[in-house]
């Protein structure tokens, strides 16, 4: 069963045209996080949610805004989508206190293609 | 910068044979994972290992970490063309802070 959700798993949008993608868990875990991997890269971590508090990474665009309502849902709202941010986006959470300790479980991914 | 670099960035073998992939780091680790992700998925934790312990399995996987030389390694024993996919190391720095992943191994095992 899946236990990280993302929807959909394709999107297409228009250069500057907002796009929001989705991330839903029942592991009800507290740290919900947002990656951004480009083909042959590492997973870019562009925030987290520790519950309801929110970290943006130093190097996150202003562009990349995220938002979770309550511990099950997460998104990531993509203000304007350009050519450079077509990417996979991959949402993972954890458990407990201590992320450092903790394994992160991955959605399969949205991959995002800007026209 | 990166935390975690992989090396070699991509490998070929006969299935049957061996997988070995390498990960070295900067900085000292409460941990180091590694996942794996088939093409156009998401990552899948294989394996955690401690800064205090030196070598750990799961099945076919063997992960040895060595802290004085900032590195470690995952060993595929016996590779099936199912174990082709991209290899990640991550580093745990400690506390809150987040996992920095490394570039990853693309293993191709051919049948």
């Known amino acids: 069963d899946a236990m990280v959700i993302q929807n959909p798993r394709y999107q297409v949008t228009q250069f500057g045209k907002p796009v929001t993608l989705s991330c839903s868990q029942t592991?009800?875990?507290?740290?919900m996080y947002w990656y951004q991997q480009k083909s042959s890269q590492a997973p870019k971590l562009l925030f987290h949610y520790y519950d309801k508090d929110f970290n943006n990474e130093a190097d996150t665009p202003d562009n990349f805004q995220s938002r979770r309502p309550n511990t099950s849902f997460c998104f990531l709202d993509i203000r304007s989508p350009g050519l450079g941010d077509a990417a996979m986006y991959l949402c993972a959470t954890s458990r407990g206190k201590t992320i450092a300790k903790n394994i992160q479980y991955f959605g399969a991914g949205t991959r995002l293609s800007v026209l | 910068s990166q935390q975690g670099e992989e090396d070699p960035q991509a490998l070929s073998i006969q299935e049957g044979e061996n997988a070995t992939m390498n990960c070295s780091y900067k900085t000292s680790i409460n941990n180091l994972q590694w996942y794996r992700q088939n093409s156009g998925r998401g990552l899948v934790h294989l394996i955690l290992i401690r800064s205090n312990e030196r070598e750990k399995h799961s099945g076919r996987l063997r992960v040895t970490l060595d802290t004085s030389k900032k590195s470690s390694s995952l060993l595929i024993t016996a590779s099936r063309a199912a174990d082709t996919a991209s290899y990640f190391c991550?580093?745990?720095?400690?506390?809150?802070?987040?996992?920095?992943f490394g570039k990853g191994t693309r293993l191709s095992v051919i049948a």
């Open positions: 592991l009800n875990h507290n740290v």
């Open positions: 991550a580093t745990a720095l400690g506390g809150n802070t987040p996992l920095v």
